[in-house]
């Protein structure tokens, strides 16, 4: 079974802190994703990786940045956060298969900025 | 521009009844899936979909694959309340990512 875990369930932060969001997958897999879900709004890509130490922009990236030093981990970074910031993130990781792209979702952060 | 469609956006119906929900997608492709979103909760992945024609069954729930008409449907049968969650189609567009629609939120009513 894969197998993708986050850090934390909920998170309550103040503005301007600078917030880590930690993701594991356990399944060896290539590609890992950052969403952010906003009710309706639906789910929104932030960044993604494709192997250890790439990254690519996402349609919402700004005010995001993103690290993966290991293969299963990849980390998503507020560097200050702000209320608009106050969301539900989801984390979720596929292989590099061409054609076959089924991504498996971690069970969500969701933050809250004050 | 990728775009993915859902409809309706809500839905509530009542137990016993059939429903489908509709997912269009701007482009081509022939890799679709499905998910369901319980309330607070994460995604979970019901149905792979690989080619045109492709249809697959899980319960009173059946997904199909259209590629020309760049339709996929995920149709309901006699309807039971633990059917009620969000459902996502997402689409494969060559791109390493998947295209997620806007979800149709299913509501049972008994």
């Known amino acids: 079974d894969v197998k993708v875990t986050q850090s934390s369930r909920y998170l309550v932060k103040r503005t301007g802190e600078k917030v880590f969001l930690e993701c594991v997958q356990d399944?060896?897999?290539?590609?890992m994703f950052w969403y952010r879900q906003d009710p309706g709004l639906g789910l929104r890509l932030i960044y993604f990786?494709?192997?250890?130490?790439?990254?690519e922009k996402g349609d919402i990236p700004e005010g995001y940045s993103v690290s993966r030093e290991k293969k299963e981990r990849f980390s998503l970074i507020l560097e200050s956060a702000s209320t608009n910031q106050t969301s539900m993130y989801l984390c979720a990781s596929s292989f590099s298969v061409r054609g076959y792209n089924e991504q498996f979702f971690g069970p969500g952060t969701r933050l809250t900025v004050l | 521009e990728l775009k993915v469609e859902q409809n309706p956006l809500f839905l509530s119906m009542q137990e016993g009844k059939n429903y489908t929900i509709y997912c269009n997608y701007s482009t081509t492709s022939d890799r679709l899936y499905w998910y369901r979103q319980d309330p607070g909760k994460s995604l979970e992945s019901l149905f792979v979909?690989?080619?045109?024609?492709a249809v697959k069954q899980e319960g009173r729930l059946m997904a199909s694959l259209d590629t020309k008409a760049r339709l996929s449907t995920l149709h309901i049968t006699a309807a039971v309340h633990d059917l009620s969650a969000t459902y996502f189609c997402?689409?494969?567009?060559?791109?390493?990512?998947?295209?997620f629609g806007t979800g149709t939120r299913l509501t049972i009513i008994p």
């Open positions: 990786s494709y192997d250890v130490k790439m990254k």
């Open positions: 997402a689409v494969d567009f060559g791109n390493e990512k998947l295209t």
């Open positions: 979909l690989l080619s045109n024609g």
């Open positions: 399944m060896d897999h290539e590609n």
